[in-house]
């Protein structure tokens, strides 16, 4: 198993432009997640996902947006990158269905440079 | 929602000696609270867990504690070696997300 897969690992932006970060997983994981870290703020929750066709908010949704249209794929998406999105970004999954809660496993994050 | 606040945010500690963290958090339907380390430029990876319906659980060098009337849980590495310096992450698990404290930047000093 490859795990949970991020690319691209580095991406440098422009202010106003858009992409995709990519995350797929081959574990059957049902619960999806994304996170952005930034220096002394912890792990922060975007958009998560409990299953296909599901998504909702965490923490600090606005500006990106997600879908679910498959259990393996969660790919974020920045609609107009802002410098304030500069951060890496980290992908996590799990087996946990209906509050039968068990460990996120991570992809090796994704370095993102608006400038 | 879940919030979860962890202290201290940096922590100094002779080799040999133990380090605690420790972490509060505020719903109290969240019934799974996991530990992860992360490496300077790796991913965190999880180093123990502990569930609701227990009140504490080791691994070798490594325990964490949880009281539920309080709702706060803390983390113990005894015995430190240089390789436990890293950032240390606590976690709260409630309905559907899971929320993670600041972090802890832990020292070991030789």
């Known amino acids: 198993n490859a795990g949970v897969t991020q690319t691209p690992k580095f991406q440098v932006l422009k202010t106003g432009q858009s992409m995709t970060l990519q995350c797929a997983q081959d574990m059957n994981h049902e619960y999806m997640s994304w996170y952005r870290q930034d220096p002394g703020m912890g792990l922060r929750l975007i958009h998560y996902s409990v299953g296909a066709g599901i998504t909702d908010q965490g923490e600090v949704p606005n500006g990106y947006n997600v879908s679910r249209s498959t259990t393996e794929d969660f790919p974020l998406r920045l609609l107009s990158a802002a410098p304030s999105q500069t951060s890496v970004y980290f992908c996590?999954?799990?087996?946990?269905?209906?509050?039968?809660?068990?460990?996120?496993?991570f992809g090796n994050g994704t370095r993102l440079t608006v400038t | 929602g879940e919030n979860v606040e962890q202290h201290p945010s940096t922590l100094s500690v002779q080799e040999g000696d133990s380090a605690v963290i420790k972490c509060t958090y505020s719903?109290?339907?969240?019934?799974?609270f996991p530990w992860y380390k992360q490496e300077l430029g790796k991913r965190p990876q999880l180093i123990i867990d502990i569930r609701s319906n227990v009140g504490e659980k080791k691994d070798q060098r490594i325990a964490v504690t949880l009281n539920k009337t309080a709702k706060h849980f803390s983390l113990h590495i005894t015995e430190t070696q240089p390789e436990d310096s890293a950032v240390y992450f606590c976690?709260?698990?409630?309905?559907?997300?899971?929320?993670f404290g600041k972090g802890t930047r832990l020292h070991i000093l030789p």
């Open positions: 719903d109290s339907a969240s019934n799974y």
């Open positions: 996590a999954s799990s087996y946990s269905v209906l509050g039968n809660n068990s460990p996120l496993h």
């Open positions: 976690a709260g698990w409630g309905d559907d997300k899971i929320i």
